[in-house]
């Protein structure tokens, strides 16, 4: 299965569960593609030890995963992305959206 994951939140539970989501779809043999939007592309500052997002990240992206993080978004923080948060387009959360079996949001 194709799925799609929209992560808007920068609730760190949240993010931190919707990427353990996404491991455990990868290990379950789906595509999953992630497209972080509004807060959620501050995701990468919300690492604790009790939330262990980048670690998760990593897990994801090592694995085949695909993050995507809105420009615009990033923009309005004054952030420039990075190799975990690359700036992406609406086009690409559109792709996402078409592709994708199930969407899911956080």
Known sequence: ????????????????????????????????????????????????????IKEQAKTFLDNNGKIFACGTCLKSRQSKGSETCPISTMKDLHDLVKESDKVLSF
């Open 1 to 52: 299965m194709k799925l799609g994951i929209v992560i808007y939140s920068n609730d760190a539970e949240t993010v931190w569960n919707a990427l353990r989501f996404a491991n455990f779809s990868l290990k379950e043999n789906d595509t999953v593609k992630i497209f972080l939007l509004a807060k959620g592309v501050e995701y990468e500052k919300l690492d604790s030890e009790k939330f262990n």
